[in-house]
């Protein structure tokens, strides 16, 4: 008599637990489409643009101790970079300006200035620029040294082609150029390669392929094997400006942590 009884009651608790799971998948199921449209709280993140995956973010717990510390994140990030051969297109609007040195080869380089003081040195003689109130010097196809920061830029190599204030200086063979600390407003460089972008915390906003929007705030930003356009204007409220692609990304503040791959 016992049996039976015992036997009902656990397929009545069986039926319970289905039905109630069900019910909860369905709720969870509809909870997560209407997140798909509105915005959400995001303290982590991984997207992954490689053919065949499907891009993904995650959101994660919001507690202080969820936060990854900001080397940790960095060394991930980096690593992935490096191993990783997919990018992801990026552009990213900052107001600070990170300092870059490094053996360089790109298209083009355009600076302005108004403070002609620096010597230029063009195949061992000076560039004169008397009688000028503001310089734009463009340097095309320059293979050589570039030394930058918020302070000034240093350069030294080879060009094909000079150009100032939209007047060419021709000159046979490679054109030998080099100057050290010019205090620019404006600086410009088409398709630079960069293996490791490093910015100090500063507000800005970044964008990263049509799928991720974001406001910086206080927030440090790294940017892995960049490849792209790069622009730096001091007299503007967006001082730094890049658009291009990257292998990895970073981003670090006091109530996030934020990788891209």
């Keep these: 008599m016992l049996g039976p009884q015992h036997s009902s009651h656990q397929h009545l608790r069986f039926y319970v637990v289905m039905t109630t799971l069900i019910i909860g998948g369905i709720f969870l199921f509809l909870l997560m489409n209407n997140n798909t449209d509105g915005n959400f709280s995001l303290t982590s993140a991984l997207i992954s643009d490689t053919d065949g995956e499907t891009n993904s973010l995650e959101e994660t717990d919001t507690s202080e101790e969820s936060i990854i510390p900001e080397n940790e994140l960095e060394e991930t990030v980096s690593k992935t970079a490096k191993d990783g051969s997919h990018k992801i297109d990026l552009s990213l609007d900052f107001n600070q300006i990170p300092s870059v040195k490094k053996e360089a080869k790109f298209e083009e380089i355009e600076l302005r200035f108004d403070n002609l003081d620096t010597k230029i040195n063009v195949n061992n ?11 734009n010097l463009k340097i095309k196809n320059f293979v050589g040294k570039l030394d930058f920061n918020g302070n000034g830029v240093s350069l030294e190599g080879t060009a094909k082609r000079l150009e100032v204030n939209d007047i060419a200086l021709s000159s046979y063979g490679e054109i030998k150029i080099s100057f050290s600390d010019l205090n620019y407003g404006f600086l410009n460089i088409k398709d630079i390669e960069l293996k490791e972008l490093e910015l100090s915390r500063g507000d800005g906003h970044l964008a990263v392929s049509d799928k991720l929007s974001y406001s910086l705030s206080n ?18 409220d967006t001082t730094l400006e890049i658009d291009g692609s990257a292998k990895g990304v970073s981003v670090n503040g006091d109530l996030m942590s934020l990788g891209l791959n």
């Design 219 to 236: 927030e440090a930003v790294s940017i892995y094997s960049y490849k792209g356009g790069f622009t730096i204007d001091r007299n503007a």
């Design 125 to 135: 003689d000076k560039l004169e620029l008397n009688n000028l109130q503001e310089v």
